[in-house]
């Protein structure tokens, strides 16, 4: 059984920073791609940041220059730091990791943290 947990979010004011993180646990052999989504209230989820097994890193074009997605293998682990945060990047952020475990590779979903980006 494979299980991602987030933390980092929470309430900053406009141009501040966070650091969102995602770790997978569980039987887990190796972990791939990671990515992050957000959903606003009333709007649909989005990718946001995503990064390859290759280390390669593609942004949602309203983040480039203020995100940035890592993965740490040996961690299980890949986090988005956020910095100049807008208003309107307030939303839940949904992380998402293709794993390798005892089922075989799958894809699995955090349960959500919120951003909340006001003064």
């Known amino acids: 059984q494979v299980q991602l947990a987030e933390s980092g979010g929470g309430l900053v004011p406009p141009g501040g920073s966070l650091r969102l993180s995602c770790k997978a646990s569980?039987?887990?052999?190796?972990?791939?791609?990671g990515g992050w989504y957000r959903q606003a209230p009333g709007k649909a989820r989005k990718l946001v940041a995503a990064?390859?097994?290759?280390?390669?890193?593609n942004y949602e074009e309203s983040v480039k220059g203020r995100f940035t997605i890592s993965r740490d293998t040996a961690k299980n682990t890949v986090s988005l730091q956020m910095n100049n945060l807008k208003p309107e990047d307030t939303a839940v952020y949904y992380c998402?990791?293709?794993?390798?475990?005892?089922?075989?590779?799958?894809?699995?979903w955090g349960q959500g943290t919120q951003v909340t980006v006001s003064s």
């Open positions: 998402n990791l293709r794993v390798r475990s005892l089922v075989g590779a799958s894809i699995y």
């Open positions: 569980g039987t887990i052999f190796s972990l791939h791609t």
């Open positions: 990064i390859t097994s290759d280390e390669t890193p």
